[in-house]
Structure formats: structure tokens, C-alpha cells
């Protein structure tokens, strides 16, 4: 019989082969009233009996935060019929996505049982992602969230759901409803109505202006120039978002373009005439999210 590997509670102990049938050996005493799983190193397979007790903690237990990792699966340019749809897309390194949570605060879901104070525990790069997240800690939870610039481990940043008479003190990585912030604030990761979440300047290097509040709304110019149009009670993030040299990254070959995702382009090359040069175009028009009354309900 060749050597055989006795596994119980992650113990490995190896027995040496011997000449004799397998009927001759005979387990531990201490073995015998437990179960284990056995290898058989020649025929490559697995003998399994009942299932081994959980004496060794979950990699889960010990690391909470990574138990939201889940596998992404990337269509490369194709839908359901397998056809592609997009040229330009193509197919990606595997890598598994971590679940961030854009609602800093919200009395219907269950921010408010975080706490009005977080900590940040980490700041690390998300490959899914062009800003970095960070990892927080308030209450009895742990969540991911998008990191300002200058966020670093051990800060406290806080949040808060209170309008009051008087413009708050405004500080990087706090989250304030609009009406609580003072004109001029830069802003990200901004809602769109209130509890839904930040749909709003994520990106790596994006900030917002706040311009005027009127009204009980507030208008926001966003990174493309445009204004935008939100009730003031809409969550807003103080501060720009984290990675701001992402725009000068290298790419340094063209594999890594794959990596991303992206196939090469056509190499015909045409030189470009007059049509193609920068216009002075006006800015569209004011994108809102309030539902005012139409004049036919006035009337």
C-alpha cells in the first residue's frame, strides 16, 4: 500500500507503506471515534466520510470585510446571443468585485444603525474601479466605501442627516446633506434623491461645486460643466474623490489594454480635417431632479 495522508482538523499524518493488506491496518484510538478523510496517493482519490468538526475558524471570520467578494463576469461585447454588439470590448482578467456601499446615510435602510462616526481602517486600490475605496468600521459593521484624497487609516469621518440654521464647518471625507453645506463646498459621490445612494461624481479625481441653494434645492455644476438640480436633502461627500493622477497612468503595452478589456483599433489612420477641431458649443440645459408643480396644476 503506498503512503496514505490522515487529515483531522487540518493534523496531516503521514504512514509509511508496507507490505501488508489494507485490512491489516488499523486507525488510532484516538481516531476512531471521529471522522476523517482519507487520500490515496496512487489512485488519486477522495474517500470522504462524515463531515470534519469545524475546530479550525472560518477565513471569513477572521477577515469579514473580504466576505463580500464575488466573482465578475464579463460579457466581452456580447449579450445573451453571443454575438458582439461592442468592437471595442473584449475579454478581461478574471478578478472578483467587492460590494461597496454608496449610502452613507438613510433612515429607511440600515445606515443609521452604523452611527454617526466611522473610522477608516484601510485605503486600498480597487482593480474594478478607477478611484481607490476604503475600508470603514462603524458600529458592528465594516463596509466599503469610495476614499476621498486625502483619506488615510485611523481617520474618523462623520455623518449626518441635520440641516441647521447656520452652514456647517466643511471637512474632507464628512457626508452632509447639500442644505448643511456652505456655497462654494466641492462635493462627490452626490445623490440624486434622498436614500437612493450616490449616483453622482465617482470617479477617480472628480469633484463637484455646489453654486446656490434655492428654495430647498441646491445646484451642483458637475465635472462635465453641467448643473444639476437636487433637493437639498441629498447626501454629498466633502472633498474631491481618491487617485487623481489616474489620468496620467502608463499603459506601457498593448497586453495591458487587453487586461483591461479594451481590443486593439483599426491602424488605418486619416488625417483629420476642419470638421474635426473644438467648437464652442452652449451647455445643455439644467438637469433636474425636482418634481415641480407644472403650470396647468397651478392653475
Known sequence: MSALSVLRAGITRNLSPCNSSH????PHPALSTCCFVLFHMCSRTLLTGLPVPALISSWLSRCPAEACLVKRKR???????????????GGVASRRARGLSFCRWSAESECMKCGAAWMVCSSVTHLNRSADIA????????????????MQAGDIILNSDHIGRMAVAPREGDAHPLGALPVGTLVNSVESEPGR????????GTCGVLL??????AIIQLPSKRQMQVLDTCIATVGRVSNVDHNKRVIGKAGRNRWLGKRPNSGLWQRKGGWAGRKIRPLPPMKSYVKLPSAAAQN
Open 23 to 26: 485490512t491489516d491496518w488499523t
Open 75 to 89: 460579457g466581452a461585447g456580447r449579450w445573451g446571443r453571443g454575438r458582439p454588439t461592442v468592437c471595442e470590448n
Open 135 to 150: 475600508l470603514v468600521a462603524g458600529g458592528n459593521r465594516k463596509r466599503w466605501i469610495v476614499a476621498t484624497e486625502n
Open 197 to 204: 445612494g450616490a449616483q453622482y461624481i465617482r470617479a477617480a
Open 212 to 217: 446656490r441653494k434655492v428654495n430647498g434645492t
